[in-house]
């Protein structure tokens, strides 16, 4: 669930430093008094990405959160990266609370800044051997420039537009598919091998930056389905950590013992708190699908169950568990009647 936590005004004085110097290569944010606030400047000693980490990984601790923001695209706009540091020695709290602040942070400091945001629980992954090994498994294009991107949408919208009524038609009665992150598709990955066992994803609309057309701005949205938290869960506290004022997509590895048997079916629940936005409702609802779709061709997850419901409140451990293992009536004996006439 979303923790309430906004950025502090020293936050957005120091990202907006960051944006306009060429003396710094980043910046490293925490939690404090419920707010989000800098920590520490990340210097740049060469116009050079890959040399500048080097400089990170004494500013982290391996036992404490953070987060880690940093421009690795210098021509473009959009060129940042925030990165959520959870190591997996630090505090099961401090975990949970910088999972749930991680979309407010990129939120608060504008979703148009970052072409990236990812999960991260060691230092090794914040090299440049990191990035190298983080960018190869996902497969990334090497990052165009802010003009080659915005023609590239422009493209792709007027090839929308091209098809015409029926073929909108067809879309939509099919569904809606957005894509899922590399980090989302990751934790799907382990979410059968892994200490955590619910990972939940939501739906971000984010902007990417604009190709002035006779002198107009034209956004062009970029929506995905990302990552919000992956932690460890019972089923009877799934109400306490799965957000009651957001849609949520869930995976729960429903861990349990049945007739002396260990079962770990895979679970997929879909809320939507009835406060949420129209919007929401609907993009979550035509989505469900093609993100059930691409949980079981990409991530190769089984699942064996789907639960919908409009609160979390809902999904007690008595409900998953009568969907596996149904309550079973006790019939009552018969009682044959006397027969008439007889005392």
Not at 18 to 28: D, E, F, I, K
Not at 207 to 230: H, M, V, Y
Not at 284 to 294: C, D, G, K, L
Request: hydrophobic share 35%; charged share 25%; net charge negative.
């Amino acid at each position: 669930m979303q923790s309430g936590i906004t950025a502090s005004k020293e936050l957005h004085e120091a990202f907006n430093e960051l944006v306009s110097s060429v003396n710094q290569r980043g910046l490293v944010a925490g939690i404090r008094n419920e707010q989000l606030v800098p920590v520490q400047s990340i210097s740049s000693t060469i116009a050079d990405f890959s040399a500048d980490l080097t400089n990170l990984g004494p500013l982290l601790r391996d036992d404490e959160a953070a987060y880690v923001i940093l421009r690795r695209y210098d021509d473009a706009s959009d060129g940042y990266v925030a990165v959520t540091f959870v190591p997996d020695t630090a505090p099961v709290r401090q975990k949970m609370l910088f999972a749930s602040t991680r979309l407010s942070l990129v939120r608060e400091l504008g979703s148009e800044r970052f072409r990236e945001t990812f999960f991260a629980t060691r230092k090794a992954e914040l090299t440049s051997e990191g990035f190298a090994r983080h960018d190869k498994h996902g497969e990334l294009d090497a990052p165009l420039t802010q003009e080659e991107q915005s023609l590239q949408d422009v493209k792709e919208a007027e090839a929308q537009e091209s098809r015409g009524a029926s073929a909108r038609s067809s879309h939509v009665s099919s569904g809606v598919s957005f894509p899922i992150t590399d980090d989302a598709l990751q934790a799907l990955r382990a979410l059968e091998g892994s200490d955590d066992n619910l990972v939940q994803l939501v739906w971000l609309p984010t902007k990417i930056d604009t190709l002035r057309l006779i002198r107009q701005g034209i956004n062009i949205p970029k929506e995905t389905i990302e990552l919000i938290s992956k932690s460890s869960s019972a089923a009877a506290t799934l109400a306490e950590t799965v957000s009651n004022i957001e849609p949520r997509y869930s995976f729960f590895r429903y861990q349990h013992e049945h007739q002396g048997q260990q079962e770990s079916p895979i679970v997929f629940i879909y809320t939507c708190p009835s406060g949420s936005k129209v919007k929401e409702r609907m993009l979550y609802a035509s989505s469900r699908a093609s993100v059930i779709a691409t949980a079981t061709a990409d991530a190769g997850l089984v699942i064996a169950k789907k639960l919908e419901a409009s609160s979390p409140d809902e999904i007690t451990a008595t409900t998953i568990h009568e969907e596996f293992h149904p309550r079973q009536e006790e019939k009552a004996g018969f009682s044959r009647p006397k027969r008439p006439g007889r005392r």
